[in-house]
Structures are given as C-alpha cells and as structure tokens.
C-alpha cells in the first residue's frame, strides 16, 4: 500500500509542478483530494481488519519486535553520547539548510538542469559516506567497547 501512496502522491506533485503555467479547476483538485483521502481511508480501514485477525496480531507482534530492534540498534550507533551522530546532525542541518535558503532565493529564476542535478549527487554523496562511516564504526568500534 506504501508504493501506491507514494505513487499516488508523487503524480499529484508532479502535476501540480509542471502544470503551473495551466490555471487549476477546482472540480479537479478537489476530486483529487477527496479521492486521495477515500483511499487513504479504505487502506486503514482495511489495515484495522487485518489487525483484528489472528494473522494480523501476529504480524504486529513481530513488527513491535523488530522495530523496538532496530530502535535499540539505532540508538547505540547514533543517539549514544560521544558518537558521530551529533556531529554530522549538525552537518546535514546545516548543508539542507543552506541548500534551501538559496533554492527559496533562485526560486523565480530559470533551474539550469546541470546545478539541480550537481545539488542532487551531493546530497546522496554525503548520505552514502555518512552511511558508510556510521557502518564502519559499528563493525570496527562497537565490539571493541563491549
């Protein structure tokens, strides 16, 4: 159900951006809402009887294991004192912060493709080596502080 949301979301965006030039009937956005908002309403109604169903308790069961395992993991890696979480916190705060103060001046301006893609491999550049850093620390670190 997750992809369809997204799916569904990213199209009304996506419309929504290029078709800015196009002036918007009301009749459309608002079937587009409430259309978005039966459906969202379906999938919980659906997910709650799921839920009522032995199946789905068990799927919760193991949901609430795995995630309080990974929040348990998550907590030791990143939200540890003295761990390069704080820091590079810091560095994503401020490096989207930056990237959106001078989207938010340039945004009349014409986008050269070439700076929005550049901005784009930076930011998934440095997710992937603070990804990477946060991995080698807890292989190499961790086991040696137990």
Request: proline content about 3%; overall charge positive.
């Amino acid at each position: 159900m997750g992809v369809v949301n997204v799916g569904i979301l990213s199209t009304l965006g996506y419309y929504g951006y290029t078709r800015r030039d196009q002036p918007w009937d009301r009749r459309v956005v608002s079937s587009a809402v409430a259309g978005t908002l039966a459906l969202f309403s379906a999938e919980g109604y659906v997910a709650e009887s799921y839920l009522n169903t032995p199946e789905g308790q068990q799927e919760a069961e193991r949901a609430k294991r795995e995630g309080s395992k990974f929040y348990n993991q998550s907590k030791e890696v990143i939200l540890r004192p003295g761990v390069f979480g704080g820091l590079a916190g810091a560095l994503n705060v401020a490096v989207i912060g930056t990237v959106g103060y001078f989207s938010y001046l340039n945004w009349n301006r014409p986008w050269d493709r070439q700076v929005v893609s550049a901005v784009t491999i930076g930011l998934v550049t440095l997710s992937g080596l603070e990804g990477w850093a946060g991995k080698k620390y807890k292989d190499e670190e961790l086991p040696k502080r137990r």
